[in-house]
């Protein structure tokens, strides 16, 4: 079951992957042992209430997996 919140939680984000298979995005935090699932839709929604958050992140690690999540 995928989480349904609708803001990024607290903890930094370690990886985001648009999964092939579900074709979900995929995040992995520093910890948090599980990874949270998004739709497209909702990761949109997410990066467009935390660009702040996201800009930081992507000073230190490039998310480039799948242009069409931004
Ligand atoms: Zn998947």
């Not at 949270?36 to 996201?54: D, N, P, T």
């Given at each position: 079951?995928?989480?349904?919140?609708?803001?990024?939680?607290l903890?930094?984000?370690k990886?985001?992957?648009?999964c092939?298979?579900?074709?979900k995005v995929?995040?992995?935090?520093?910890g948090?042992e599980?990874k949270?699932?998004?739709s497209?839709?909702e990761?949109?929604y997410?990066v467009s209430?935390g660009?702040?958050?996201?800009?930081?992140?992507t000073?230190?690690?490039p998310i480039?997996d799948?242009?069409?999540?931004?």
């Amino acid at each position: 079951m995928a989480t349904t919140s609708s803001h990024l939680p607290l903890n930094p984000i370690k990886g985001v992957y648009t999964c092939p298979d579900c074709n979900k995005v995929h995040v992995t935090f520093w910890g948090e042992e599980a990874k949270r699932i998004y739709s497209q839709h909702e990761w949109e929604y997410i990066v467009s209430q935390g660009v702040k958050a996201l800009k930081k992140i992507t000073e230190i690690m490039p998310i480039s997996d799948d242009p069409k999540v931004f």
